[in-house]
């Protein structure tokens, strides 16, 4: 029998490796990524306080509208730039990027890349 190794275990050990030293301030909050196989979230967090800041994903209505007919890697861009949007509303312009244990390649680089086209800095 073949044993197929289990990607989401070593991934959530990349993870706790990575949050170990990732804290979310209130100066420079967390924006934490989570990658399903058909949609992606991403959210602003004060671990201070422990509160979300903001959110956006491809479940929004108003990203639905949006991310109609467009591949998955343009949909984590426009999730990025509308999660960028929600940030500036709040006058949030620095984040601390965690990539949530992925690799930063694919959606996950095309969400970040789409915070930064809207004017997040991390």
């Known amino acids: 029998m073949i044993n197929k190794e289990n990607k989401n275990a070593k991934r959530t050990i990349r993870h706790i490796r990575l949050r170990k030293d990732l804290k979310g301030t209130s100066a420079c909050p967390r924006l934490c990524v989570y990658r399903s196989l058909n949609n992606i ?23 639905k509208a949006l991310i109609k007919d467009k591949t998955n890697k343009e949909q984590a861009r426009i999730v990025g730039e509308q999660l960028a949007k929600a940030a500036k509303a709040k006058k949030i ?5 965690d990539r949530g244990g992925y690799l930063y390649t694919g959606r996950v680089k095309e969400l970040a890349d789409g915070a930064r086209a809207g004017g997040l800095k991390f």
């Open 41 to 63: 979230y991403a959210q602003i967090i004060d671990d201070v306080k422990g509160v979300t800041l903001a959110s956006c994903s491809t479940e929004n209505k108003e990203v």
């Open 93 to 97: 312009s620095t984040v601390v990027f």
